[in-house]
Structure formats: C-alpha cells, structure tokens
C-alpha cells in the first residue's frame, strides 16, 4: 500500500516503523492470519506493540468493549418498500451519536447500511465482497490481490482509467482498497458531491474493463508491492507459518502474488492471463456476497434512492459464503513442532499458537476475551510480571486470531531478552502454569463484569472516526453473522458464559500446540529456507523432555505452582464519575487560554464545549536545553525515559485498561508527559508518573536489558524499508541540531547505569513547565494537577534566554544538493530518493498557501505519472514537507531502479508540470482551490483531534492557532497566475533561483549475469519496447526483435546492446541525435536494473543524470555533493527561530471563571 501523505513523523503503530503514513492510495493486502471471521481481540499490550498494519486491526469491531444501547435491538420487523427490503433503523449507538442508520437489501440481494450524518463534511461508501486470497487458484497465488488492483482500471460507464481518481482528487477525496483473506474492501471518501463519486465507484461493480493497457503496468505494482515486504519481519514470519501448515487448506497460500505467479508462469502454461482475471472476478464477484456501506449528509431516503439507483445493476449470481469447513489449517503433524526461525531484524521472541474454536457465532460472550485479559495481563500476579522479574522478557501479548470462518488461533506473543531467549523453555513453562491456573479456577464472574462495564463505558462514550475508516469498517462488520441491530456494538460483552470459557480453556493444551523461537542467534544451525520470501528456518518435533516438562506444568497445583502467579486484582481505575456538564455555545472556542502565565509556568486550558465527552488530556513539556545539548545527552534522555516506563508497567496497565494512559519521551524541547483517557482518576495517574521520575532508583539489570533493547532498537532502524529511512536524513540535513541512528548507537555504547543516575536529576531540578490540559476538566483541576507537578519536581525555572532554539537551514538560489547513504541491509533491492524543494518560512502565509495548493494540483499527476505510467515503484509520494521553521515540496520514491534515475524522473515530471499549470482551465483550477479550503476547514471528529491541534501549535511555538483558517483564506484569494509565477521561481528544475536537495539511499546489490536464450530476448525487446511506448514513440516490436536476432549478442554486454539499439532508433525510427542520447540514458537504466532477469552483463558506473527524460531539455544544473555535513551546515545560512505570530498575552485570561 503506497503511502499518500507523511503528515506526520512518529512511529506507526508502535510496530517500530517511523512515519504515519496517514491516508494511504491504491492498493494493499492485509496479512491473511487475521483478516476474516469475527474480529480478533487481543490483550491490551498486543494492541499497543504488535508490529502490524493499522489495518489489520483496526477490521475489527470497536477497539475496546462498548456500551449499552439506548434502543432496544430487534425492535422493528424487516419491512418490504417495493424492490428494496428495510432491515431495521434501530441500531444500537453511542450516546452522543447524531447519525440515522437504515441497513436495506436490495431485489439483488445486495445489503447497504445507509448513514445520514447532518454534520458531516467529508462522504464516504465502502464495498465489501466476501472473496480472498483464499479463493486464489492454488498455481496462479495473487488472484484476488490483482483483480483488487485491476477492478480501478475502468469501467463501461468511465471507460478512462484515472477517471475515478481525478474525480476524487479534484473533490479533496481519496481511495484505497485491501485485500485479506476471505474479504476485498474497496472505499472511498470526497468531501463534496457524494453522488458523482458514488456513481463512479458503483461502476467497478458493474461492468469493470480490466483494460489490456493498464494489466502489465498493474501486475508490476502487484510485484513492487510484493518486493517492497520481502525484508519485513511481519511479512516473512507470517508466511512461514502459513507455509508450514496444511497444505490443504488455503491459509498455506502465498496470497500477495508477484509478476512470476499471475503472468510469466500462467503464460508458461499457455493462459491468457487478462482472461483469467475475468473469470475470477466473474466466478466470485456477486451481489449477494457484497455488503456496502454510505455515509453522506443526504437524508436516508435520498441515500436508499441513490444505492437502488446505482447498485440494482450489480448482477446476483446467489453465490453461497466462502468456508472452508471440511479441513483445518493445521493437521495433527502440524502440530507439537517447534520452528526456529532467524528474522532480518535483531529481534527476540517466542510465539505460542494453538489451533482455537471459532467464535463467529459467539458474540455475545466471546470467550477468548476473558482468557486473553487474563494471560495478557501486566499486573501483579501475571505472566509477564514473573518473566520480567527473572530478566527473562520485555513484553507479552495474547488474542485470538481469526483464519476463516470455521478457523481460528489463540496465540501468545512474548518478548524475550537475551536470557529469555537462553530460557525459553522455562518461559513456556510458565506460561502453561499460568494456563493451568485458569482451568482450575472457576471463570471469575467479577473479571467478565469489569470487562463488561469497561466496554459499555467505551462504546457510550465512542465518538466519531474518519468516515472512509468507518465505512469501509462497517462494511466489513456485516459480513459477520451479527444482529444488523448490533452492526455498531459488536464488541460489547452480553453474556457471562462460563462453560464456554472452559471449553475455549481446552483449547490450551500440550498436544494442541507449536512454538515459532525468532532469533538472529539461536540456534544458528538454520538448515531450510521459506519458499517465498526466503526466511531461513529449522523445524523438528518439540524434545520429548521438553514436552514433558509442559504437560508437568500443567498439571501443576496451587502447592506446586509458582506462588507469584495469581488472578489480578480489582481494578482501582475504572472510572465511576462519568458526568459531564454541557453547556450550550454559539460557536466553540478555537483557541486555549493561558491561566497561568509567569516565570516557571505556562498553563494553557480550554474546557471542552465541542464533544462533551467524560475525558481529557494534560500534556507537559519540562523544558530544558541538557536533553537536546548532544547525541549522548539524548540518548541518556531515551534512557531514563524507559527506565521510568519500565518500573511503571504493573501500576499503569490498570489505567491503560480503564481508558486511563500515559506517555513519556525524550524531545527536542525536553522531557514530554501526557495523560490522558477518563478524567475521573487522571490526577491520580499523574502522580504516580512524576513521582517515579523523580524517585527513580537505576535498577542495573533493568538498564543493561533496556539499553540493549534501545541498542538493537538503532540497529533495526537501518533495517526499516528505505522509505522509513529516507526523512531522518532530511531532517539531519536540513536541521540544525539534529543527528542520527548511528550516531546514538556510538555514544550509547559508552553509556552505563551510573550516568543515568546522576543525570536524570540535572533534567528535572531546573525548567520551564509548558502545560496544556483539555477536556472534561474545570479550570481548577488544571491549576490543581499544575501544581501537583510543581510540588512533585520542586524545580527552579528556566530563564527564556537557555531555551533551545530550533532552526532550519536556507537551502540557497540555484543550489543543487545530493547527499548519499548506502543503504545497511544488504538483502535490499530497494532504492530510495527524497527530493526536497526549499520554498521559504513557514511564516510566510502567502507562500504557505502557494505550496497547498501547489501540491494539491500534482498530487494526483505526480502519482498517475509516476507510479502508475512509469512504474517507478510501488511506493510514490508528493506534497509539502513542513519543519520547525521552513516550508518546500518534497516527493519520495522507493525503487528498484537508482535514485539517480529517479531524479531524472522527477525532473522530467515537474518540467512537464509548468505545461500542465499553464493548459489548466480555470474550473479545474478553481477545483483544486476548493479542495485545499475544504481540506484546511475539515471538521474536528474528536475530543483526541482537538487536542492534537492546539498542543501543535503550541509546540510550533509560533501559536497560530488560526493557521487553518487563514491559509483557507489565502488560498481562496490566490490565482492561476500566482501558481504559475510560484512554479517557475522556486520548483522548475530550470529556475536559477530554486534550491534543491536530494537524499539518495543506494541498495547494495548489482547484478551480472549473460544473455542467451530467446525468452532473454523477448523480454528485452518487451522491457524497451514498452520505454519507447511510455516515452511516445510508437515502436514495431517485431521489428525490434528481428534486430536483436540479427545481431550476435551471444556474448553481449549491455554496451553492446545499447549500439545495436542506438542504431535502430537513429535508422529504423529516425530519431535525433538528441532523442536517441536520451533513450539511451534511460535505456541503460533499465537495463542496469533488469540485467539479473534478462541475463544481461553490466557493469556498474558512476553516472550521473545530466537529462530530465525523453524528449525533454537538460537542466545543466550543477550538482554538489555534500560528503561531510558538519561542514556542509556549517556553510548554510540558518532561519530565524520561531516567534509567536500573535502576541502571547493576548491570550491570558487568569480571572476565567470555568
């Protein structure tokens, strides 16, 4: 899935990754072990560390259990209004939820959940269509992954294959899809006109083209996609497991696909590829199998006119619900194995999966969320508190995962450190102790009911998410066999079912088990490796001892077993005063005010008057420049701040299960705490936190498996994706004071418990406190938990003048920058550029809303050129980049091929832009205005948004906390001529006044191999002909080829080669000199990156680019390479630091009777 904006640059999921990649375009597949049936629940440390897409679990119902319904369910009889049978109108929803809700069937069986939200600013549907990967053809893996690509690709109605897209670009509107493995969901979201979009995406369902144009190019995207997670961890480990289960069952599949399985093989064989793609789409794709969901400000009535209208025609071919009831994924063999296997990443874990009942049906009590509570648990008395104490683990998970209706897997996820690793046959065992005790206790009715409680407190108070998020949701919520009253609530617990706890309890036993041990260094004797995505791995029987000593732990008793294990206790954080005083206002604030302002503190404070939920958030930075002074001051910041997390665990999971939570880091201002969930015992958890930093004692185990951790942590960071990488190195760049993995790993070398100790203390004696606190929170209690920290720190302020300043660096006029980094995995084949413009200040209004809207007007044509035409690779992305002082335009590119040629690329798309600018009508122009404003003027959907915008700006330091509304204004105002006149002075390639800066991560491969063979040639003649084809010449393949074979290229290198083409181009096609040079250029390109399959010799040269593509001008600029960046900032002009846009006192306000 291609990322489609970096809004903002903090870790993804927690999964390690290091950028949000927000809203996301085109295409993905979700990882199969957890894509279907109902939806898994997992511990809530799962939830918080497991290194998966947003996406994978966000499919499931509402994250944590939800509330009591104010409608009574089943209340309203299916009612028949002509052609179109209404379900129910009665759904269970949350308290302060305006939304009506209709679920409809239409004459062809198809069922939509229809959303009248009055207050909504952006529209949304979702598609649903209960077929997988797991209805792949078993020689043809990628099936549905590529008919998800393909269906975009046109239709009847809109036969023009970006049609849907730029409708949607020019409505301030985006798509995506994915792919798992009993589902396709296919969603969208304009913030304008839902109908035309609507009509557009009904099409693909309809009468879809499969265009014979677009099939090489959408393949290839498939391949991309596929190379792109061949390094990933999540991906390999995965696929491990599925391809050591039962090769029966379609969860052994390979289910991404690549260019060999869904064209070079099927063609091998002698199918005719596109028609097979027909065939599945017309075998699976049926109306009664898609459930769809739209959410607009229409009325009900007008939504269910407008689904009849345009979905009627989706043919029904009253398919029966995929299952696979007849064989189970893992067989008796499968089982009582244990499986070695060495990740790419320096990563330690041991994973317990038992094969588990399915709990499709049973959603009313869900058994698996009163086990997975249990043995997931961080508290006192659990597993991981025991395995922690011994040294032996950092982190555990638990929860079901559904495989396919019929199918499930209870899995126990552990983190180990390096001793746990060394024992982690003792980890199990403690685990299985762990079980044992569970069995032999009767379920806990008091356990069920604070979860119960818990739930029906989130869903009461759930407020609304992103209307694509939650159409494409729901659509998939309605594949399950829930009470359509219900489609909102299905994570609410109803009933206390203790005989099905037992039974789903029995599940958990030695001869229903496998373990997967992932290691960099045990065993070391790997002696296999995975089909697909090459992980190594060695696989045997679990040792009979080892077994032994399993079912011994579970036969343990409450004598025999270990006495620190036990039940948890009451949990003191469930919030009782859910209270929340409305009152009415005109218009809600937009803005904090400052409470308290003086040398020591800045309290900014807004009640909320927006959501009027029974929550808020308080955020604190302790500002002080040590943090920030050196790589090694940051890294002893890093440091204390996870020692500081790690004493907390067992205290604060209570409060992470209660809605209650809290944050600690490490930034450039300071020390960073949050807290934030119910308000009820917020003050409490506050506390607790600022006493643990201040009492901190440096327990020496704890620090060395902690600075181990953050030590592997770095070293994994080189191991990311190349697109993770890319922006550290911009921002090292571009920064004034800011360094680099690499450079922390060096100095955490050198660091010990000792230095922690003494100087954590220096951190927290001296500071300015800033504090915003937001919410359902009373002036008073902001002023009362301000003082709290006070009092806890007893610190001396800092005076304004030792605060750290941030500054970026003036990119100059004319200046062409490279900077080059060769990428540490070797195993890569991924090259990466950013190609970052310097436009200006971040100050300057005008020149802010000039670059909104330019990079609004080539979003969509930089992705349609560059991914989709040119295949450049699967990861493409353009827009502005915004640092602490600066503004520019940036686009990132994750290839095969080099950066070198990508530069060229992107040259050459953004000369050919000035043309586009200058041909644009003044409605499409005025289009992309109207989507920049309503982009900016988008609504607030939570409390959670708000806060994120004031503290912000407020981190900005600049306080413009109007920014929106001032750059929708200043878009407003601005001309095609303003754009034009931007364009041609600080983005066009041949400007002398534009500053540029290019970061190259180079892969380290090269590749050299010989031609010979016809099937070498006709991919060769492919590959070219296709170049010229995009370039637009027309080309005589055949006649391409006829050359070849008349050359002798038995022994040809790539030299070689280029003559015999440059011959052709200059006689047979009657190119220029200057076309041919150019064709040539990007000839050689290709050839270099395809060299391995076409069996082609090269030789790897120190080019490069010195033209923008074919058919287009050299730029002639001169490119300086920056090889020590020390010196290199040394020689940039620094910008002003920032400086509050409007007069802080302005909003001071102490006398504020709230």
């Known amino acids: 899935m291609p990322p489609r904006s970096f809004p903002s640059l903090r870790p993804w999921n927690s999964g390690g990754f290091y950028f949000n990649p927000g809203h996301l375009r085109s295409f993905s597949l979700v990882p199969s072990i957890a894509s279907t049936a109902i939806a898994p629940h997992f511990s809530s440390s799962l939830r918080r560390r497991l290194d998966c897409p947003q996406f994978l679990l966000s499919r499931c119902w509402p994250r944590h259990t939800l509330p009591r319904s104010t409608v009574a369910p089943f209340s309203t009889a299916a009612v028949t209004m002509g052609s179109i049978q209404r379900i129910t109108e009665h759904l269970e929803k949350p308290e302060l939820d305006d939304r009506s809700y209709r679920v409809i069937r239409l004459s062809n069986k198809l069922e939509a959940l229809l959303v009248h939200d009055p207050e909504t600013d952006k529209a949304s549907a979702s598609v649903n269509v209960n077929v997988g990967n797991f209805s792949d053809a078993d020689d043809m893996p990628g099936m549905a992954h590529a008919v998800e690509h393909l269906l975009f690709m046109g239709t009847k109605k809109f036969p023009k294959e970006n049609a849907y897209n730029q409708y949607l670009a020019s409505h301030s509107g985006s798509s995506n899809a994915y792919t798992a493995a009993t589902e396709t969901n296919y969603f969208f979201e304009p913030s304008s006109p839902l109908y035309g979009a609507l009509d557009r995406f009904a099409q693909f369902f309809v009468s879809p083209l499969f265009l014979e144009s677009t099939l090489d190019r959408e393949l290839r995207a498939v391949d991309s996609e596929n190379k792109k997670n061949l390094q990933s961890d999540l991906w390999r480990l995965m696929q491990l497991n599925k391809s050591l289960s039962n090769p029966a069952h379609p969860y052994h599949h390979f289910s991404t696909g690549n260019l060999k399985t869904l064209k070079e093989d099927p063609q091998q064989r002698g199918l005719e590829v596109r028609s097979e793609f027909i065939k599945f789409y017309q075998k699976h794709y049926s109306a009664n199998r898609m459930k769809l969901c739209v959410l607009g400000r229409e009325s009900l009535d007008e939504l269910e006119k407008w689904v009849e209208e345009l979905f009627s025609e989706v043919e029904n071919k009253d398919l029966p619900q995929n299952r696979w009831d007849d064989v189970q994924p893992w067989r008796h063999e499968d089982l009582g194995i244990q499986i070695f296997a060495k990740p790419v990443m320096d990563t330690r874990s041991l994973d317990i999966y038992f094969p588990f009942l399915d709990e499709e049906t049973l959603y009313e009590s869900q058994p698996s969320r009163y086990i997975s509570h249990l043995i997931g648990h961080e508290g006192p008395g659990s597993i991981l508190a025991y395995i922690k104490a011994k040294g032996w683990a950092n982190g555990l998970s638990a929860g079901v995962m559904p495989i396919c209706p019929g199918a499930a897997a209870f899995t126990i996820s552990i983190r180990l450190t390096k001793e746990g690793l060394q024992q982690y046959r003792e980890v199990a065992k403690v685990v299985f102790q762990y079980i044992a005790m569970l069995k032999e206790r009767e379920p806990q009715q008091w356990v069920f009911d604070e979860m119960k409680n818990m739930a ?11 209307a694509s998020r939650f159409t494409s949701r729901l659509s998939s919520v309605m594949q399950k066999p829930l009470p359509r009253e219900w489609l909102l609530s299905g994570s609410l617990l109803r009933k206390f079912d203790p005989d099905l706890i037992k039974k789903a309890l029995s599940y958990l036993r030695p001869d229903n088990f496998r373990l997967i041990v992932v290691s960099q260094e045990y065993p070391g004797d790997w002696d296999s490796k995975e089909k697909w995505y090459g992980t190594e791995y060695k696989v045997g029987k679990i040792p009979e001892d080892f077994m032994a000593d399993i079912r011994e732990a579970l036969d343990t008793t409450p004598e025999t077993r270990l006495s620190d294990l036990h039940m948890p206790h009451k949990n003191e954080f469930v919030p009782t ?49 040590l943090a920030w002074a050196t790589p090694a001051n940051l890294v002893k910041s890093k440091l204390y701040c996870e020692l500081v997390k790690d004493a907390l665990v067992e205290y604060s999971y209570d409060a992470e299960l209660a809605g209650l939570d809290y944050h600690l880091s490490a930034s450039v201002f300071g020390l960073d705490v949050s807290v934030g969930g119910y308000n009820d015992k917020m003050a409490v958890l506050l506390e607790k936190v ?52 690499e450079q922390y790993a060096a100095e955490l070398e050198h660091i010990e418990a000792e230095d922690i100790s003494s100087f954590f203390p220096q951190l927290l004696s001296q500071n300015h406190i800033e504090v915003l606190a937001h919410g359902n929170l009373y002036k008073e209690d902001a002023l009362k938990m301000t003082d709290l920290v006070e009092n806890i720190l007893q610190s001396r302020p800092l005076p304004q003048s030792q605060w750290h300043v941030r500054r970026n660096i003036i990119i100059p006029p004319g200046s062409n920058f490279i900077y080059e980094r060769t990428l540490r995995d070797p195993a890569n084949i991924n090259h990466c550029i950013e190609y970052y413009v310097y436009v200006g200040s971040i100050t300057d209004d005008m020149l802010r809303a000039k670059l909104l809207l330019f990079a609004q007007m ?110 929708a204004a200043n878009v407003r105002a601005l001309t095609k001529a303003d754009i034009v006149d931007f364009y041609k002075q600080l983005i066009d390639p041949r400007s002398p006044t534009r500053g540029k800066l290019s970061i190259y991560l180079n892969a380290q491969g090269g590749a050299h191999a010989k031609l010979e063979g016809k099937d070498q040639q006709s991919r060769l003649v492919s590959l070219l002909g296709k170049q010229l084809e995009g370039a637009g010449f027309a080309v005589d393949t055949s006649r391409l080829s006829s050359v070849f074979e008349s050359a002798d290229l038995s022994a040809s290198d790539a030299d070689q080669l280029l003559a015999v083409l440059k011959k052709f181009l200059l006689s047979e096609m009657s190119l220029s000199e200057q076309q041919t040079a150019l064709v040539l250029e990007q000839a050689r390109q290709n050839i270099g990156l395809h060299a391995k399959q076409l069996g082609i010799e090269t030789v790897e040269k120190d080019s490069k680019p010195v033209t923008n593509g074919v058919g287009q001008p050299k730029t002639d600029r001169k490119v300086t390479y920056i090889t020590n960046v020390p010196e290199f900032k040394a020689r940039m002009v620094m910008s002003a630091g920032p400086i509050a846009v409007t007069d802080i006192t302005e909003f001071e306000d102490f006398d504020a009777k709230l």
Do not use: C
């Open 858 to 967: 080539t979003d969509e044509p930089a992705f349609d050129q560059l991914r989709s035409k040119e295949q450049l690779g699967y990861v493409v992305w353009s827009g502005a980049r915004y640092s602490a002082t600066t503004i520019g335009y940036r686009v990132i590119i994750q290839s095969e091929r080099t950066a070198e040629y990508l530069e060229s690329r992107i040259d050459n798309f953004l000369i050919q832009t000035g043309e586009t600018l200058e041909n644009m009508s003044e409605k499409d122009f005025e289009g992309h205005k109207r989507s920049v404003i309503n982009k900016r003027l988008e609504k607030l959907k939570n409390l959670s948004s708000e806060t994120s915008r004031f503290w912000s700006h407020i981190g900005s330091e600049y306080f413009d906390f109007l920014q929106n509304e001032s750059d």
């Open 577 to 625: 005063r859910l209270s929340v005083e409305k009152k009415e206002v005109s218009e809600p604030a937009k803005t904090p005010k400052l409470i308290r302002h003086d040398d020591h503190v800045r309290l900014w404070f807004k009640k909320d008057d927006r959501f009027w939920v029974p929550k808020g958030t308080v955020h604190i930075t302790l500002r002080n420049p």
């Open 690 to 741: 600022f006493t643990s930093m201040r009492d901190l004692v440096v327990n020496p185990n704890r620090f060395h498996i902690i600075k181990e951790r953050l030590s592997r942590g770095y070293r994994n960071a080189e191991y990311q994706q190349p697109f993770y990488q890319v922006g550290d190195y911009t921002r090292y760049l571009t920064s004034e004071k800011t360094w680099i993995n």
């Open 456 to 466: 029906e407190v989130e869903f009461r108070f759930k407020q609304k998410s992103p």
